[in-house]
């Protein structure tokens, strides 16, 4: 969209040029001729404008993709931490499957100490 500014500017100047070299021709001509370059002008002016607003648009969709990038990075970061971090003895952590959930050394331990808690304690 640069160049295209550029284009603009370049031939905005060089209408303003035609416009003082225009000065040799009858007054009637001469009128005519400025109110055609005013028009180019005008038009030229309107279409930088317009030019301008859709690049500030597209620098902020931009800056805005920039930080939604951002954020979805360290989502995943966050979720792969929370993956690698799960422990073994829920369902779809790191080191379990489920074929071996119920061989997990933890379930194993907690197996251990309820069937202690379940047995009833004598008395002597």
């Known amino acids: 969209m640069e160049p295209v500014v550029e284009a603009f500017t370049l ?5 303003k040029q035609w416009m003082m070299l225009r000065s040799l021709g009858s007054s009637e001509e ?3 001729s400025m ?5 180019d002008l005008d038009t030229l002016e309107r279409e930088i404008l317009v030019v301008k607003r859709h690049l500030a648009k597209e620098r902020e969709a931009m800056q805005e ?3 939604v990038s951002n954020l979805i990075a360290q989502q995943t970061s966050r979720l792969q931490h929370i993956g690698e971090n799960l422990p073994t003895f829920v ?4 080191q379990a499957t489920p074929n071996d959930a119920s061989s997990s050394p933890a379930l194993k331990a907690f ?14």
């Open 30 to 32: 001469l009128r005519e």
């Open 11 to 15: 031939r905005v100047e060089e209408l």
């Open 91 to 94: 369902p779809g952590g790191a």
């Open 111 to 124: 197996g251990a100490a309820a069937a202690n808690i379940a047995q009833p304690v004598l008395a002597t």
């Open 65 to 67: 993709a920039h930080h």
């Open 35 to 39: 109110e055609y370059l005013h028009a």
